[in-house]
């Protein structure tokens, strides 16, 4: 995009941020979008603004953002329709965790994934300073151009609840896509995928990638890389390529792949190699349009398949490549959520098989249970998840069993949190 592009799409931008903010002053409005996003499959729970706006769900705010730009619903949803499409999503974790639609909403907005510009409305219009700081008690809704997404292993049951994003939540969001010599492509979603993932290919006992770590050192809030491993017979034919997609990749954190699950080296020959390449993806009209593109590549033809390769600090201090020998994984354990829900109100916690390395793996429940009915009791149950029912304060256990291996964890059943203060009908504490 050229610099009058950017500063075209920043001034209506600021528009939406300031009308959406607007319209959050109202309960209903509030209400609609927590559930909006606490129904949204995709790793942040962020939402499409303009899909949540054309939908019934999102009528009330977009009849409040367009009055209180001074347009009509229809000339408003054409102002949408001329920026790209832009995700709506509440950024932190702990603020999705504790939410329940109250009031003290800011809407702040970023004109480009590189977070050059952010600004941010109260419900009143008015510009609010110090976005995101750590002296903030706002809750902080963020408007920007869309990112990749990717689907939560392991999600939350739909429907309506109190907060955006329950505890007992999945938040992973990666893919594994092998595409052999042939173009044929097989994709799979850990902790959703039926088939069982990376053990449906038969490749058993094999040497899989154990660890790749590296520093990301680049300015964006956060990243969506994926990461590329092409494999060669040594001859020269190629075999293969996996491909990883990571999703929301937090600032300046250690990206690390979970081991024991990823890209199974050829093991019939030592003198096989890989290409391994890393790319940052963005969204807007190009990735890293001011800083240019971000593609790294490595090809590996060591025997003791370990890489440790430093430069180009522009994304990365580091990078660490190893491989062990490891057995196919199979489930050894059962992990059930704990959770916390008030008494007289529902929660749902879900249950995911173990390997013997730790990581979660597919499985389906088979059965539930509660150690103590009259405390808390099983209402329904979905695959992964199950729905409870807060009878009366106490804690006791609550099983799941997948594969003839059964687990437990804690349901703790809590005084209801008292009604918020509505300063319209009554003297509230200061």
């Keep these: 995009m050229t610099t009058g592009d950017i500063q075209g799409a920043e001034a209506s931008l600021k528009t939406v941020a300031r009308s959406v903010a607007v319209a959050m002053g109202r309960e209903e409005v509030r209400a609609a979008v927590r559930d909006a996003m606490r129904d949204s499959p995709w790793d942040v729970h962020q939402v499409s603004l303009r899909e949540l706006m054309g939908s019934p769900r999102g009528a009330g705010l977009l009849a409040g ?15 949408l329709r001329a920026l790209p499409d832009l995700d709506f999503s509440v950024p932190s974790r702990a603020q ?23 600004f941010g409305f109260g419900s009143d219009g008015q510009l609010v300073a110090g976005v995101g700081s750590a002296s903030s008690s706002a809750l902080v809704m963020m408007i920007n151009p869309a990112e990749p997404r990717g689907r939560r292993g392991n999600p939350q049951p739909a429907g309506a609840g109190a907060v955006i994003q329950s505890a007992t939540d999945g938040e992973i969001a990666e893919q594994y896509t092998w595409t052999d010599a042939k173009g ?39 990243l969506e890389l994926t990461f590329y491993a092409k494999f060669y017979r040594p001859d020269g034919s190629y075999l293969g390529e996996w491909t ?28 096989a190699y890989i290409q391994l390449r890393i790319r940052e993806e963005d969204g807007w009209a190009n990735p890293d349009e001011w800083y240019g593109p971000r593609v790294f590549t490595w090809v590996d033809r060591d025997q003791s398949r370990r890489l440790n390769v430093s430069g180009n600090s522009s994304i990365y201090a580091d990078i660490e490549l190893g491989w062990v020998q490891r057995s196919k994984p199979v489930a050894t354990s059962v992990n059930v959520w704990s959770v916390t829900v ?34 808390a009791s099983i209402t329904s149950s979905n695959g992964s998840s199950a729905s409870l029912y807060g009878a009366w304060y106490g804690q006791t256990n609550i099983y799941a069993t997948i594969g003839g291996i059964t687990g437990s964890g804690v349901v703790s059943v809590v005084e209801p949190a008292p009604p918020a203060c509505n300063p319209a009908v009554q003297i509230c504490p200061e």
Excluded: C
């Excluded at 209180?68 to 229809?74: I, L, N, R, V």
């Excluded at 999705?96 to 952010?118: F, K, Q, Y």
């Excluded at 053990?199 to 770590?213: C, K």
């Design 184 to 222: 044929h492509k097989t994709v799979m979603v850990p902790g959703m995928t039926a088939s069982g993932g990376m053990e449906s290919l038969n490749f058993g006992d094999s040497t899989y990638l154990d660890e790749a770590f590296f520093e990301t050192n680049d300015s964006g809030t956060d």
């Design 244 to 271: 990883y997609q990571n999703y929301s990749l937090p600032y300046r954190q250690a990206w690390r792949l979970r081991p024991g699950l990823l890209l199974p080296v050829l093991p019939d020959s030592s003198n």
């Design 342 to 375: 008030e008494q007289g109100s529902a929660g749902a916690t879900s249950a995911s098989a173990l390997d013997q390395y730790g990581w979660a793996i597919p499985g389906t429940v088979s059965s539930w249970s509660s150690g103590n009915s009259s405390v």
């Design 65 to 79: 953002a367009a009055a209180a730009a001074g347009e009509t619903p229809e000339v408003y949803i054409a102002r």
């Design 96 to 118: 999705r965790r504790a939410w329940r639609g109250t009031p003290g909403v800011v809407v702040a907005a970023s004109v480009n994934p590189e977070d050059r510009t952010v």
